[in-house]
């Protein structure tokens, strides 16, 4: 008889291998987000650099995407424990919740943007950290959702992402 974790989320949430298919499309599309991120800056690194906050929306939004494109590839290491990999994504979590909180307490001198849409720049990243964090801390426990919460990471990551590049690459034109 199989074992049951008393977390309703069952086993296959602290399985990686369960995760793969996942972790392959996770990989695929911040591969193909971080090459359009490219493409946006590229056409418009003139009118990006005229603002002083956006090459560093345009940073944040490539250290979020190779973030998620990283906890992909953890996922998919071959029979990796599941102790390393929760130090993986304990750590891109942390990296990117550093990015996340510099953002908000960066010098007011050097902002243009008002806090509020600061704030918000940050919660986009902080959120997907957040939720790498939690994915870390439940495989480590064993209990609390496991990988589930990595689809938060990469839902919330990928839209944020989504919404920057929409930004760099057409309301700069306006």
Known sequence: MEATRPDAAG???????????????AVGATAALTGL???????????????PTLPRRAAATLVLLVALLAAGVFVLVPGQPVPALAAELA??????????????????????????????????????????????????LGAGGGLYWLVGALVGGIAASCLNAWVLLVEIQR
Do not use: K, M, Q
């Open 37 to 51: 991120l490219f493409v946006a800056v590229s056409i418009n690194l003139g009118r990006i650099l005229a603002f």
């Open 91 to 140: 750590g891109t979590g942390v990296l990117l919740a550093v990015g996340g909180a510099a953002e908000l307490v960066r010098v007011p001198a050097e902002a243009d943007a008002p806090r509020a849409r600061r704030v918000l720049a940050a919660g986009l990243v902080l959120l997907p950290a957040g939720a790498l964090l939690a994915a870390a801390l439940s495989l480590v």
């Open 11 to 25: 086993a296959e949430a602290y399985d990686p291998a369960a995760w793969h298919d996942l972790a392959v499309a």
